[in-house]
Every structure is written in structure tokens, then in C-alpha cells.
């Protein structure tokens, strides 16, 4: 295939309907104009291999995550009434809690989904808290609790991990949601990204295993362009496409950093292909947002 037999009119549609973004922000044209001919194959089915959750979506699949915690909290489903009880109680008794860096800012992606809880789930305002504020209220009130983490995504699971261990200062005590899970203490966690890998999936398993994750959404280790398994590649591409994306990261300046941030195979070398709220996460592959050696991204971030 050559460049003038792209179909761009097929992308364009994409964009029409909303299946990709607009054009400021997502440019497949653009971006496949770092290639050559010999490698318009690979660069067009990494490209079709690329997935983006527009806004939309990724509030519904929110609610949605959220709603398929009653498998687990509801446990009489043989009686509608009882199972309607039960969730109530459940609503009724959780506490939203954002996941954040080390450094909590509001640019944040936890802070969306904590509004999402109240937009769309209907969630007062005063059951939305800071870390602070939940570790403060379950360890000084005896009532049963139900805490439920929110973000957007989980790729290594580091972030999480990070807000589970870290330290809050609360009035008279300082603890972790970590040890405050060890204390006789009558709360159950929870954890609702939008979009979870496995690996993130394991890594929170190992670290945090009071926590129960519920995604909407959940990616395998065939969702990475550099598993030889990948859903992204044919069969006959199963060596030369993954090698193709090294090839072609080196050529764009991106370092092998063994999984470090700015790695050419993305953080802890998930080497996703995906996109959302209008950027894409640091364990998609760089490829897709790197400006370096005047390479022209498909996302800009």
C-alpha cells in the first residue's frame, strides 16, 4: 500500500461520527506521514489498532463500572426487594474517593470521576472526600462504610498502590488507607477505574488486597502492539510488527528506558494502543505523541 491509497475518507467518517476526535487533537494523516512505503502496512493497522474512548463514553462506561459493583454487594438476588435493600444501604453508605499523584493537584483524572459520581450517579456532594477526609471518618466512626476509589485508568497500578500506602494527616492520627484497612474497622474498599490492565489488576491484587477492583473495561496483555499475541497484529506479523515499532520509536528519538516514563514501549512497557478524554496515557506506546526528530503525532497531548 502507498500513501494515496490511505483512506482517509473512512477516517473522516470516523471523526463525523465520533468514533475518533477532531482533527485539533487527532491527526491520522499527519501521523502516518512518518513513514515510508514500506511501512504503510504496519503503521496502518497499529493505527486501526488504535482505540479512543471519547468523553461520552468513558462517563457511561464510569456509571457502568459502578452499577456492576451490586454483583458483588447484592448477595439475595432471589428476592427483588431485598436486593434493592441492599444496594441502598450500599449507596447510602459510600464514600467517593479520588486517586491521585503523590502530589494531588486538580489536574488530576480522579477529579473527573468524582464529579461523575454526582452528575451522573446521583452521589451527594458530601459523601465525595478527599484521602483525608475517608481515612478521618472510618477510623473515628463505628457505622460500616463502603469506599470506592475512582479514576480513569489503571495501567501498571503504581498510582493506585501509591494512594493506598501513602500517609494521611488526620486530626489526632496518621495512617494510610492501608492500615487503617488492618484495624477493626467496619469498611469495605473498592476500586472503579473506567480501564484496567491486567497487570495493573495484579500489581493492586499483590499490594492491596483489601481492595476489590471493579473496571468497566479490562485490557490483557494481547491489547499490547509489542506481545506476540496481539489482537493489533495478522498472523504474518506476529515478529515484524512488534519489531516494526521499535524500528520505527528509534527512529522518532524515543530511548529504551526499561519501562521508565518516556520509554519507547510506554510505563512498564504496556505498549497499549489507546486514547481518552483527549489524551493518551503514558503506557501508550510514545509513538502515537512524541513531536521528537520532527515526527508529527497522532495524538497531541
Known sequence: MRHKELPVERWQYLVQV?????????????WMGNFDDEEIKYALR???GFTYFAPDLMAQMFKTAFLSLS????????SYSNAQKQWSEFVESVLIVRVTGESPNDSDSGYIYSRLART?????????????????????DSSPHNIVFVDDFVGSGSQFIETWTRTNNI??????????????????????????????????????????????HFYSSRHS????????????MRITGPEFVRKASARAGLPDLDGEQGCWQG??????????????????????TTTKNGWKPLIRV
Open 171 to 216: 486530626i489526632g492520627y496518621a495512617g494510610s488507607f492501608e492500615v487503617i484497612s488492618k484495624l477493626n474497622v467496619k469498611a469495605k474498599f473498592y476500586y472503579c477505574p473506567v480501564i484496567c490492565t491486567e497487570e495493573g489488576k495484579k500489581n493492586i491484587k499483590e499490594s492491596c488486597p483489601n481492595v476489590i477492583v471493579v473496571p468497566a
Open 71 to 78: 454483583q458483588i454487594i447484592v448477595t439475595d438476588k432471589s
Open 225 to 236: 502492539a509489542l506481545s506476540s499475541d496481539s489482537v493489533i497484529w495478522r498472523d504474518d
Open 46 to 48: 497499529l493505527l486501526e
Open 267 to 288: 510505563f512498564q512497557k504496556l505498549g497499549l494502543a489507546i486514547g481518552f478524554n483527549e489524551y493518551a496515557p503514558d503506557a501508550t506506546l510514545p509513538i502515537f
Open 18 to 30: 465520533g468514533l475518533w476526535p477532531p482533527k485539533r487533537i487527532f491527526d491520522p494523516v499527519g
Open 120 to 140: 451522573k450517579l446521583g452521589i451527594p456532594e458530601e459523601r465525595i472526600v478527599s484521602h483525608e477526609e475517608a481515612c478521618y471518618i472510618i477510623a473515628r
